[in-house]
């Protein structure tokens, strides 16, 4: 009882199927983890990440299509939770810097890719490995960073090469990235969740 309520409160999000999202909150459920998933955020209700969570019994909250409002309605959710790290996973928008700064910059994202190479806007999901298959690159890799107000921009915290030598089209990319994103993702948050709890002792 006493580990339940020392983990670290977090918020997941995002509008994509939420994959991401559903191994992050798996993680949680391992006796040691330092984190607990409160909340689900989402533009869209029918999102795969809204199931996500309806499914592992982790509230959804939809955000109004309101986009002056979206940085209070968010901060007002965060406050709701206790929440005190931000996780993004398909979120498409740029945060706004009010909800940043109202966490203190425990803000974090990960960037299918090794940036600052095909980051930026528009640079999203399949694009990200169209992009890499066009180049000819035979290594990309995944990317976790502090998110600013800019996109793909913060510090990076973590990045993972992956060898994608051989490998023909874009959803096979996909697929190989996927699987290191679910891995290292959710290691990151760990990590990240049990320096917030050391920096409170």
Do not use: F
Request: hydrophobic content about 40%.
């Amino acid at each position: 009882m006493k580990q339940e309520k020392s983990r670290i409160h977090i918020a997941v999000l995002g509008s994509g199927k939420g994959s991401n999202a559903n191994v992050i909150i798996n993680a949680a459920k391992a006796e040691d983890a330092a984190y607990e998933v409160c909340v689900i955020i989402t533009t869209r209700p029918d999102s795969g990440i809204a199931e996500v969570g309806r499914g592992q019994g982790i509230p959804v909250v939809v955000l109004s299509a309101e986009t002056a409002e979206i940085g209070r309605q968010i901060m007002h959710i965060l406050d709701d939770h206790s929440v005190e790290l931000l996780v993004l996973s398909g979120y498409m928008r740029i945060l706004p810097s009010s909800v940043i700064q109202h966490l203190h910059g425990q803000v974090i994202n990960i960037h299918p890719a090794l940036l600052p190479a095909y980051g930026g806007k528009g640079m999203y999901g399949r694009k990200v490995h169209e992009a890499v298959l066009k180049a000819g690159d035979t290594i990309t890799g995944v990317t976790v960073h502090w998110v600013t107000d800019e996109y793909d921009a913060g510090a990076i915290i973590m990045q993972e090469t992956i060898d994608i030598l051989g490998l023909r089209t874009a959803q096979e990319i996909e697929m190989r990235v996927k699987t290191v994103e679910h891995s290292l993702y959710p290691r990151v948050i760990n990590e990240l969740a049990l320096r917030l709890e050391e920096s409170k002792n």
